[in-house]
Each structure stands twice: as structure tokens, then as C-alpha cells.
């Protein structure tokens, strides 16, 4: 069975780093582009960064580029994304995504407060 | 960026019930575009892919059409289970933008 298990999430305060983990497994990890996506309490889905197979190309969402950072490391089946200078505006549920579509996980909170 | 716009965003139906969600990109994402079913607190559940294929274990009264611009997702025979937000994304470029979303209730 495919999974996607996203972990690392917590309370943070502003300016803080926090870095969030997605571990794959049933499937060729190294196959597939991957996402990061979140969803603020009681709001939308929001597309935050996405990776390509090998993890030389990166998108972010102009609200964390220059603050987040994806990358993957595909020898531990393993998605990752470091959250740098973190403000209350990053405080969601973050979800990965295979082949940045496919949702398979329960997401890890992240929450970002003084 | 490609802004995503769905209508309705909301919607009452009943058991049984055939209902159309729709979804415009601002551009043309060719059949680029993903359409998803979230229930509180889970995850999004892929339901189509590429506009119209449907996602393995859907069942099959969810259909996709539409290319380009304009696209609409279908359930034909709503269940209880089916009530739930509807969101569609584009797939074309990044960022991968979403609509803001239709909740589908219960009439």
C-alpha cells in the first residue's frame, strides 16, 4: 500500500525554523515529483513548494520563497521541508503530495505563536 | 500565476442528486487539472487527474471534463459520503494553485 507519513510539526515561535519531514513507502519514491501543500485552520489549500524526481528543481509559492526550502532524499524514500523565519501566517496543516497530486497522508500541524 | 476560480461555492443537493461543480483557470492549462473531495480533519482525496481520468478506487459516479479554461466535475447520484469541499488545482505551471473551494451540503 502507498503511504506518505508527514512528521515534524510542532509550536514554534515567530522567526523560528522547524523542519518537516514526509516519509514514502509502497511505491518508487525516487519516480515520482513531490509537493508540499497546507492548509491554514478553517481556509483553503494552499500549493506551497513542489521538487522534481531527482531533486534539482524547485518551485515555491511567492508566500515562502526565500523562507522554505524542499528537498528529498530519495536513498531514504524521504521528502522534507525546511521552514525558516516562520511567522503566524505559516501556522497550518501541511500535507505531501505525490506526483504533487496525490494525497496520501494525515498531515503534520504546524503552529507558529508567541 | 494562474488564479483558479470554482462556482458554486457553496451548494445544497439531496441523496440521489446529479451535481456539477465548475472550475476556470485564468489561462489555458490545457488538461492539466486535478480535482479533490475533503471531509474535516483529512487529508484531500484524489478523485480525477488530468481533467478527466479517474483516480484508482473512485467510484465511478464522479466524472471530469472540460479542457483549456473551463472544466466541471460531476457526481451523478450523490451518496451521504459525497458531502463533503470539492477543490480543483492546476497542474500546469507553479505555483500549483487551487480554487478557493465548494462545500457540498445536505438539502
Known amino acids: 500500500e502507498e503511504q506518505l507519513l508527514e512528521s515534524g510539526g510542532g509550536l514554534l515561535q515567530p522567526g523560528g525554523s522547524l523542519r518537516l519531514s514526509c516519509a514514502a513507502s509502497g ?20 500549493w ?42 505559516d501556522t497550518a496543516v501541511y500535507y505531501c503530495a505525490k506526483d504533487h497530486i496525490d494525497y496520501r497522508g494525515q498531515g503534520t500541524l504546524v503552529t507558529v505563536s508567541s | 500565476d494562474i488564479q483558479m476560480t470554482q462556482s458554486p461555492s457553496s451548494l445544497s443537493a439531496s441523496i440521489g442528486d446529479r451535481v456539477t461543480i465548475a472550475c476556470r483557470a485564468s489561462q489555458g492549462i490545457s488538461s492539466w487539472l486535478a480535482w479533490f473531495q475533503q471531509k474535516p480533519g483529512k487529508a484531500p482525496k484524489l478523485l480525477i487527474y488530468a481533467a478527466s481520468h479517474l483516480h484508482t478506487g473512485v467510484p465511478s459516479r464522479f466524472s471530469g471534463s472540460g479542457s483549456g479554461t473551463d472544466f466541471t466535475l460531476t457526481i451523478s447520484g450523490l451518496q451521504p459520503e459525497d458531502f463533503a469541499i470539492y477543490y480543483c488545482q492546476q497542474a500546469s505551471s507553479f505555483p500549483h494553485t487551487f480554487g478557493q473551494g465548494t462545500r457540498l451540503e445536505i438539502k
Open chain 1, 27 to 46: 511505491f518508487t519514491f525516487s519516480d515520482y515529483a513531490m509537493s508540499w501543500v497546507r492548509q491554514a485552520p478553517g481556509k483553503g489549500l494552499e
Open chain 1, 48 to 89: 506551497v513548494s513542489g521538487i522534481n524526481e531527482s531533486g534539482d528543481k524547485t518551485a515555491y509559492a511567492h508566500s515562502v520563497k526565500g523562507r522554505f526550502t524542499i528537498s528529498r532524499d530519495n536513498s531514504k524514500n524521504t521528502l522534507y521541508l525546511q521552514m525558516n523565519s516562520v511567522t503566524a501566517d
